[in-house]
């Protein structure tokens, strides 16, 4: 408790770290937003809760720094990271995805999370344990005295998780698939009865969001680092702000996952780095909690 008066006195004493602290989880909740946006897409249009969304962003991440390692500039990365990982989602929805979207939670829950164990090993088995990084050569800035500290590698993320985040927007709202793939999330049947090809914007849609989360994960391996199991992390990371965000609200989704960061970065300077895992358990619990009074409130309501 004194650690954390101690550190609340700081952020009291010097407001500019208070700045500093917000700037970077927004750099950092723009990631979070990115690969969340994808989930969203999955639980809203598929009623899939894919537990394997970590272990996505962490193949990304190993194929960011498996292409630095190689002397290619890691930054070519994200693209290459979104185009492996859509073949790779499309693999995956023609041989286990689709078999389990008509089947009950349990049966899809299970199938994802036997996926992200297969990822976990595999990734443990090529490339080892080891906590891993690509490096970019970007410069860091710095405010304020040194108090204030921007990277470049960060805010290079920011910059490439809006745009991707902005044209996957622009795709849903005006192209032919993003209006397939709504009108698919609102009623399945009424988009099969218009001549929708569900099975088509299905596939689809995973296959995007694997993609996304590929992406999403160059991006974690410039900014912070890559290890075979810290995929589960990142997956309650984002069945956190999806949750909180709301099923179907995808600009809600984006706005929690900059909250995500910035509540990282805070309540990681006053609790320690440590204890940031715990954080993102305990805000899941919260979350939960708070979802399940609003359900049974509105239960009473109609009775």
Not at 199 to 210: G, I, M, P, R, S
């Amino acid at each position: 408790m004194q650690h954390i008066i101690g550190n609340m006195t700081i952020l009291g004493a010097a407001p500019v770290l208070n700045l500093g602290l917000l700037i970077d989880g927004l750099l950092i909740g723009s990631i979070f937003a990115l690969a969340a946006y994808g989930l969203a897409l999955v639980w809203g249009v598929m009623n899939v809760k894919n537990l394997a969304q970590g272990d996505f962003i962490m193949l990304g991440g190993y194929i960011t720094w498996s292409l630095g390692n190689h002397g290619i500039n890691p930054l070519f990365g994200v693209g290459a990271a979104f185009v492996i990982l859509w073949c790779f989602g499309w693999v995956l929805y023609r041989t286990v995805i689709s078999k389990v979207i008509t089947r009950d939670l349990f049966t899809s829950l299970l199938a994802t999370f036997g996926i992200a164990i297969v990822i976990q090993q595999t990734l443990n088995l090529a490339v080892g344990p080891d906590t891993q990084s690509a490096h970019s050569s970007l410069p860091i800035w710095q405010f304020a005295g040194g108090l204030i500290s921007v990277s470049g590698t960060r805010l290079l993320g920011f910059v490439l998780a809006i745009l991707l985040a902005l044209a996957v927007v622009l795709f849903m709202r005006n192209s032919r698939m993003g209006q397939a793939i709504r009108a698919t999330a609102q009623d399945v049947r009424a988009a099969r009865v218009v001549g929708i090809d569900t099975e088509k914007v299905y596939a689809f849609t995973f296959c995007l969001n694997a993609a996304i989360c590929g992406a999403a994960g160059a991006l974690v391996a410039l900014v912070w680092n890559v290890q075979p199991f810290l995929g589960t992390t990142y997956s309650i990371r984002l069945f956190v702000i999806v949750t909180a965000a709301g099923f179907g609200n995808l600009p809600g989704v984006i706005a929690a996952g900059f909250g995500m960061g910035v509540f990282e970065q805070f309540g990681g300077f006053l609790l320690g780095a440590e204890f940031q895992q715990a954080l993102i358990v305990i805000l899941l619990l919260g979350v939960l909690g708070y979802r399940q009074l609003q359900y049974m409130r509105v239960r009473q309501a109609v009775q």
